[in-house]
Antibody, heavy 121, light 107 residues
């Protein structure tokens, strides 16, 4: 079974940093785009960032550009999100999501269980 | 950025009803439109991809249609397990964007 397990969330003060990790299993990680999507408590979904399978392309939402960095280690089947200069509006559940690979639809599937990041003093 | 506008934001329906949710893109996105279902406390799951293709394992009472800027998700004969929130999402260009969601509640 495909599994995505996030870790590294928690409470951080405004201006602080946090690194999220996502351990992937059950599929050939190195073939897939990977994404981070967040959801504010009680609100909708916001795409955060994506990274191509070979790390050659990364994209970010304007709301996090310059503060967040997505990366991956294909040898460890792990996706990362380094979050710096955190703000209250970054408080959300962060999901690790598998994207497309060659020959697959341009969807986001599956999603990890999500991890809560709370930015507060 | 491509804005995705979903309507309604919520609806009340009964088991057995036919429900239709619409999603409009602010510019043409071809068929690069996916639909997701989210239940409370759970991650979203894809139901429909590229506008009209049913994800494996999803009941056939779910269907999607549309292209360009206007899309719809239809649930025929609503079942108890279908009460959830539904989101559309465009995969045409970054930033990927989602609709605001439609909460389907029991009447």
């Amino acid at each position: 079974d495909v599994q995505l397990v996030e870790s590294g969330g928690g409470l951080v003060q405004p201006g602080g940093s946090l690194r999220l990790s996502c351990a992937a299993s059950g599929f050939t990680f190195s073939k897939y785009w990977m994404h981070w999507v967040r959801q504010t408590p009680g609100k909708g979904l916001e795409w955060v960032s994506r990274i191509q399978n070979d790390e050659s392309i990364t994209n970010y939402a304007d709301s996090v550009k310059g503060r967040f960095t997505i990366s991956r280690d294909n040898a460890k089947n792990t996706l990362y999100l380094q979050m710096n200069s955190l703000r209250g509006e970054d408080t959300a559940v962060y999901y690790c999501v598998r994207g497309a690979a060659a020959g697959t639809p341009p969807w986001l599937d599956p999603w990890g269980q999500g991890i809560l990041v709370t930015v507060s003093s | 950025d491509i804005q995705m506008t979903q309507s309604p934001s919520s609806l009340s329906a009964s088991v057995g009803d036919r429900v239709t949710i619409t999603c409009r893109a602010s510019q043409t996105i071809g068929a690069y439109l996916n639909w997701y279902q989210q239940k409370p406390g759970k991650a979203p799951k894809v139901l429909i991809y590229t506008a009209s293709n049913l994800q494996s394992g999803v009941p056939s009472r779910f269907s999607g249609s549309g292209s360009g800027t206007d899309f719809s998700l239809t649930i025929n004969s609503l079942q108890p397990e279908d009460f959830a929130t539904y989101y559309c999402q465009q995969s045409y260009s970054t930033p990927l964007t989602f609709g605001g969601g439609t909460k389907v509640e029991m009447k």
